[in-house]
Each structure stands twice: as C-alpha cells, then as structure tokens.
C-alpha cells in the first residue's frame, strides 16, 4: 500500500490537476494544447537527447531487454487484433488500430516518472534503452499493418511514404538520433548547451502530465465497452506478464527486468489515438481506451510493483 501512496498517487494526482483545470475552465483546452506542443516538440525531447547523449550504450542496450520488450509489445499487438477480428467483429483497418492501442504503452509521460519514484534516476538507463526503440518499431508494424489493410485502396505507396515521413519527422526520434550521433561520435558539448538543454528537460515531466490531464478531458468514454475493457486487459495485464515471463526467462538482471515489465505495465500513450485519428479507424475505441487504461492502471501498477522483485 505504500507504493500505491508515495509512487503511484503522486504522478497520477498531477495528471488529475490537469483533468479538474481543464474541466472546471481554469486551464483552457487551446492552452493544453499549447503545453502539449511545448512539452511534445521541445521539452521531451530535450529530456530524450540528454539521456541517450549519456547512457552506456555497450553496457544498457542488450539483447535480453529489447527482445523481451517487444515481444511482449508486438504479442499484444496481434492479440489485440484478432480479438478485435474474431470477437467483436472489426473490419481490419479498425481491428489494426485496436491492436496498436495494446501495442503502445506510455513508455514517457507514465513509464518515466514511475519507474524513476520507484527505483531512483539509476534505473531510468533500461527505460531509455526501450524508449530508443520504442516509436520507430511500433510505427513501423502499425504502419505496415494498416497499409496492408488497405491495400487495396489508391494511392496505398503515397499515404506510406506520408506516414513514414510524419514519423521520422517526429520530434521524439529525432532527438533520439542526436542523443546517439552524440553519444557514439563522443562529441564533447559545451557546458552552456547542456545546462540550458537540462533547463528545458526539467520542465518536461511534471509539464506533460499536467498536459495529459488536459488532454483525457477531452477523450469522452463512449460505447464499445467490451472492446475497450479488452485493451485495458492486454496493456496492463498481458503485455507485463509476457515480458516479466520472457525476461525471467532469459535471465534478465533485476533491475532490466523492472524497467522492462513497469515500461510495458503502462496505459496505451496519447498517440494512439493520433494513429487512430490518422487512418480514420476505431477512434472511439481508442480514445476512451486511453482515459479508461489510464485511470485503472493506478492499481495495476501498484500491483506489478509488488510482484517485481
């Protein structure tokens, strides 16, 4: 219980600020949006590059962390849709967005600061490892599988090539690429680049939780329940256990293996809905499915924290 208070409560209370801002008009939905953007396009990514410029790429990224990761991530992905084909009936440009909901966890806004109250800033060097790879991989099945869902539609190597471009455009990657550039050329940065990047960075969490609160303000729970409760159940329960399962297996150290299975515990991120939004497919099913992981994961971690040795 006192993971759950001195954790859990204290990231999910800043997000509830934002919620009851937004909601009760102190903090208007235009101004969210421009702390999302800040946050999104300048702060995280300030945070990303300083991370990935300092980690210990040899000593961090290994096989066992990475592999048991996404195998759990893209395990979800295609439990997530064939129960959107087999038992709800979804066509398959619905049932790829349903299956990218349970492939996408909120590996920043929620993995970072948890993982970080949870075990200190020494551990957060696993979570980045994840994070390195975390967008281009997702993207790259979510992409693959919608467009060969629709493949038969015009235009199918256009729309690719716009999505690809939108997503190594993408401010998140873009930083991670310079953290590495930085990293494995050993590029000495001056002190005054640094200290005015880990300026930026420090706003960047408690900002984008305040944001994110705003932000599920806006996604209405609506219809498609057992649809959504399927998502819950995949990214907070199925995604966590195949990934503590397979690191346990492959004899992942202790503290691999908690950044590994806290990372995958994590909500659907906002960004699902945008993929969602992108192609026009189960955007009801997303939205919602954001707010409702998001709300019930405060106990679902607690009690992967308490399984985690």
């Known amino acids: 219980m006192q993971a759950l208070f001195e954790i859990i409560l204290p990231v999910f209370v800043v997000i509830g600020f934002g919620y009851a801002a937004t909601w009760w008009g ?44 996404y195998l759990g991530a893209f395990a979800s992905f295609f439990a997530g849709y064939a129960g959107a084909r087999l038992f709800f009936g979804r066509g398959p440009e619905d049932a790829v967005a349903i299956g990218f909901c349970c492939l996408f966890s909120n590996t920043i806004l929620l993995g970072i600061p948890i993982t970080d109250r949870a075990y200190g800033p ?63 050329s050993d590029l000495p940065l001056p002190a005054f680049f640094t200290s005015s990047v880990d300026l930026v960075a420090q706003a960047a969490l408690p900002a984008a939780l305040f944001g994110l609160g705003g ?17 819950c159940a995949i990214s907070l329960v199925l995604h966590p256990a195949i990934v503590w399962g397979t690191g346990r297996a492959s004899g992942l150290d202790q503290d691999a293996l908690r950044s590994a299975v806290l990372t995958a515990s994590m909500a659907p991120g906002v960004n699902t809905y945008i993929f969602a939004n992108m192609y026009a497919a189960a955007r009801r099913v997303a939205a919602s499915s954001v707010l409702i992981a998001t709300a019930a994961s405060t106990f679902t971690i607690w009690l992967w924290l308490l399984v985690l040795p």
């Open 215 to 231: 932000v599920l303000f806006q996604y209405r729970p609506e219809g498609d329940l057992k649809t959504i409760l399927m998502v």
């Open 26 to 69: 102190l903090f208007s939905e235009s101004a969210i949006d421009g702390l999302v953007r800040f946050t999104q396009n300048f702060a995280i990514p300030c945070l990303l590059f300083r991370a990935i410029s300092e980690i210990d790429i040899g000593g961090t990224i290994n096989a066992p962390l990475i592999f048991s990761y």
């Open 122 to 184: 020494a551990a957060l060097a696993d979570n980045f490892a994840i994070i390195a790879f975390h967008a281009p991989l997702c993207y790259m099945l979510g992409v693959t599988a919608m467009e060969i869902a629709r493949s038969q539609a015009p235009g199918f190597r256009a729309k690719a090539a716009r999505v690809l471009k939108a997503m190594f455009s993408n401010p998140f990657v873009i930083a991670i690429a310079l953290g590495f550039a930085a990293n494995v």
